[in-house]
């Protein structure tokens, strides 16, 4: 709104100053000029000095300036428009924003972008979030970002008001202006050329790119990477000294193809080994004085190996402390079924549906993350004895623990956990016992504890309900509902691939059908919607009925003990299926939620299972876990292979963790595919010099996902509903009467399973396999008293 002076005369008052400053022999511009710091006098007059405050204070200036930029046309004119001061002002508006951008771009580099060298340049480059610094920078560059924002939108866009924010380009192009001025702002290329040099760009790419000057060049990219492998060794080799650690390795098979083919220089297949450092930083090592009494205790357990009687014990407590989680699996059956509709059902926060407290859990906190670290992978085969020594020495070395006072230390005070697949854990276990002759503590590896990883365990369990259960199109098992349901890849066992996945979706889905039958089988319904009648109560009393009746031992045993032309040999194999998948699930569960209880309570039926399946190596892998926790392990000890050895949580998430030996297998994917120096004829040197930079890498990765909000892209597929599937298994058991009791009832001999758990235990009751797996440990071994030579080692 215009002041008092803005009424109708007002140019007849600016005509009457005209003609004043006419007769003072000046005009406007020269007005102005003298106005604006013209001379000293002028500088210093008061009255001068008044109307030039005057002047640049007054509220509307800024229309004069866009008035003389942009002068306006009579409503009825058809002339062009007059230029006004338009060219010099926005020369002078050009030369102030150079200014202006000068300064924040100075700004910006000295305070977010300049990257620190030396030990700083790493966790300046690996530690910085790109998304908080894109923040910092829209305060530190307002006028620059205003610009570029405006820039980056049409004025169409700016009216609609478009959700998807230019933020993202705008850093990235200020970050590339700075870099242009200083070679040193250069925070951004840094980390977009980690983030590129592992994500598939080609080294044209590459250096294309550093040409426009979006990264760092691949030399500084390489060069990086080999001093995070160093400051990641340096790091491995504390934790081991300082914290609870794991040792883990496994074999590593590259293809190295040649293109220009020589006597030595041709296309193979090449082995060596990757390991790893499991960390535990919130424990201490275990306490000296542990390390003699597992000596003692393992001279003990040699001469006095775990009884059948003792192993027949613990699989009572388990059944009894297991039977709550087997019952609550098959009302999570029905829970989790769309008919039931759980989210609708009055009772649903019912006490009794709760799932049973676990048994023992492991914590999770952030405390509790597993942190793990990569060692330099080696070109020495992890398949042999031999190579499986050479492998242990070289980890020892790289974590600087190979000196003679720290053999002396590891010896007589540590003991090193360590895990591998059934392969790797067998090589290092006949090391074990071909050293127990030797002349000291650390020769004769009195420091090891050794551990088999539960997902090769799984993925045996796996193999062995394939190998008992498979059968013909035409029975009623594996075969059958994987030529039901089109599951491509599953007629026969194999380790590589998607088969572990597969298989273990079918097994679960598989289950869940039988279950839904069962459940309409036992309440005498013909929909499991019937059911959301019945009280929480009585669902619990129908879950006890299904476990007493349909999966159970004692329920095959009933069908048994019937004459034999009124057995029912299919629905025998039901009955038996049920009880054997269930246990899979319930394990398969208690691995992902860390319950090690459950685990451990598995033990004596996993055994079993073994045994019967003739599967020897596993079944004397359990047996040594089983001697180990009933005899050999301090309490101490014990508590330790439990809690760390065995599952790893990566993630500081309930639901999330994993067996040690399945990171090492993704940690084997990411050296071979995922961060794989480029070209296609490695050598093992690069692998080495890369390996431990990957665990470093990911956390890069991560954050570079996140800042260009690609995180969700890839990193998990998305699962189809199982539902239809599971209908159509259930649908087929229904026709086909699987649980109605129909004497003289069979399958052809090819269709009919083998009860390996009651194989296992009667073989067990005979005692031939403890008696030769107890010959095959009994072997002497020297003490520290009878001869020790650590001095001059």
């Known amino acids: 709104m215009k002041d008092s002076i803005w009424e109708k005369d007002i140019h007849l008052r600016v005509k009457r100053v005209l003609e004043a400053m006419k007769a003072e022999q000046i005009n406007v511009a020269i007005f102005l000029d003298a106005l604006s710091w013209g001379t000293d006098e002028c500088h210093e007059d008061k009255d001068i000095k008044y109307a030039r405050t005057t002047l640049l204070s007054y509220y509307n200036l800024r229309s004069i300036i866009d008035r003389w930029w942009k002068p306006p046309r009579s409503p009825n004119s058809n002339k062009s428009r007059s230029q006004g001061a338009r060219k010099v002002l926005e020369e002078f508006a050009q030369d102030c924003i150079i200014d202006i951008h000068a300064r924040e771009l100075h700004l910006v580099g000295q305070r977010i972008l300049k990257v620190p060298t030396g030990d700083k340049e790493e966790p300046a480059v690996m530690n910085t979030d790109l998304s908080l610094v894109m923040r910092e920078m829209k305060v530190l560059s307002p ?22 924010k230019p933020d993202m380009t705008i850093s990235t192009a200020i970050a590339m202006l700075a870099y242009s001025r200083n070679q040193t702002y250069n925070l951004f290329q ?5 983030f590129f040099k592992f994500r598939g760009l080609t080294i044209r790419g590459f250096d294309a790119l550093h040409r426009v000057g979006l990264t ?110 087997v019952r609550h699996e098959i009302l999570r059956v029905l829970m989790d079924s769309p008919d039931f509709d759980l989210a609708s059902y009055p009772h649903r926060k019912d006490p009794a549906m709760d799932a049973p407290d676990g048994i023992r859990v492991l914590p999770v906190n952030k405390g509790c993350v597993t942190q793990q670290y990569i060692l330099e992978t080696q070109h020495v ?33 540590r003991i090193v956990h360590f895990v591998g697949d059934q392969l790797t854990i067998d090589r290092i276990r006949s090391i074990f016992r071909n050293r127990a002759g030797d002349y000291n503590s650390f020769d004769r590896m009195d420091y090891m504890q050794l551990n088999f990883g539960w997902f090769h365990l799984m993925l045996t369990y796996l193999s062995s309900l394939h190998d008992q259960y498979i059968g013909t199109s035409s029975g009623r098992g594996l075969q059958q509902a994987f030529d039901l349901l089109r599951r491509k890849g599953l007629n026969k066992v194999t380790t590589k691939g998607t088969f572990y996945h597969h298989m273990r979706e079918a097994v679960i889905h598989v289950t869940t059908a039988h279950l839904r039958v069962c459940w309409m089988h036992a309440a005498g319904v013909k929909s499991l919607k019937e059911l959301r009648t019945k009280s929480p109560q ?9 476990l007493n009746e349909y999966a159970s031992s004692a329920a095959i045993n009933s069908i048994d003990k019937l004459p034999g032309d009124e057995q029912d040999h299919i629905k025998r194999q039901m009955l038996m299926w049920n009880r054997d998948a269930i246990n899979f ?14 685990m451990e309570h598995m033990l004596p039926a996993l055994l079993f299972r073994f045994l019967g399946g003739r599967n020897s190596k596993y079944t004397l892998e359990i047996l040594e876990l089983l001697q180990c926790l009933e005899i050999e392990y301090p309490d101490e000890l014990k508590h330790a292979v439990t809690d760390f050895c065995w599952l790893g949580n990566f993630k500081g998430k309930r639901d999330t963790h994993v067996p040690l030996d399945m990171a090492q297998e993704h940690n084997i994917k ?28 990911r956390r890069q990765n991560d954050s570079m996902e996140g800042f260009f909000s690609t995180r969700s892209r890839g990193r998990k597929h998305g699962i189809p509903s199982a539902e239809k599937d599971i209908k159509k298994l259930v649908d087929s058991y229904i026709s086909s009467r699987v649980y109605d009791s129909i004497p003289k009832r069979a399958f052809e001999e090819v269709d009919t399973a083998r009860d390996l758990v009651t194989d296992g235990f009667v073989n067990m009751q005979l005692g031939t396999t403890i008696k030769k797996w107890a010959e095959r440990r009994n072997f002497k071994r020297r003490t520290d008293e009878e001869y020790d030579l650590f001095e001059g080692n």
């Open 216 to 325: 760092a060049s691949s030399t500084w990219a390489l060069r990086f990477v080999k001093s995070v492998s160093t400051s990641a060794m340096n790091a491995a080799a504390h934790a081991a000294q300082n914290f609870r650690t794991i040792l883990l390795h496994d074999n590593l098979e590259l293809y190295t193809q040649a293109f220009s083919q020589r006597l030595g220089n041709q296309s193979h297949l090449d082995s060596g080994a990757a390991g790893t450092l499991i960390a535990h930083q919130s424990n201490q090592p275990l306490p000296p004085s542990v390390a003699p009494k597992l000596k003692a205790q393992r001279e003990f357990g040699r001469q006095n190996p775990i009884t059948a009687k003792q192993i027949f014990d613990r699989e009572v407590e388990a059944s009894r402390q297991l039977r709550p989680f």
């Open 670 to 697: 990411d050296i071979k595919s995922t961060f794989r120096p480029d070209g296609p004829s490695n050598k093992w040197r690069q692998f080495r010099e890369w390996g431990p930079a990957i665990a470093y890498l």
């Open 143 to 164: 006028t620059l970002w205003n610009i570029l924002y405006h820039a980056a939108r049409s004025p169409k866009q700016l009216k609609r008001g478009i959700k998807r």
């Open 190 to 194: 840094k980390s977009f050329g980690i």
């Open 538 to 546: 009585e669902l619990l009393l129908l879950s006890d009925r299904i």
């Open 381 to 413: 085969s992890a398949a042999t004895i031999e190579g499986n020594d050479t492998i242990l020495h070289e980890w020892f070395r790289q974590l600087r623990m190979a000196s003679p006072a720290d053999n002396k230390l590891m010896g007589l005070e």
């Open 585 to 598: 699930v319930i394990l398969d569960r208690a691995i992902r939620e860390g319950d090690v209880g459950i």
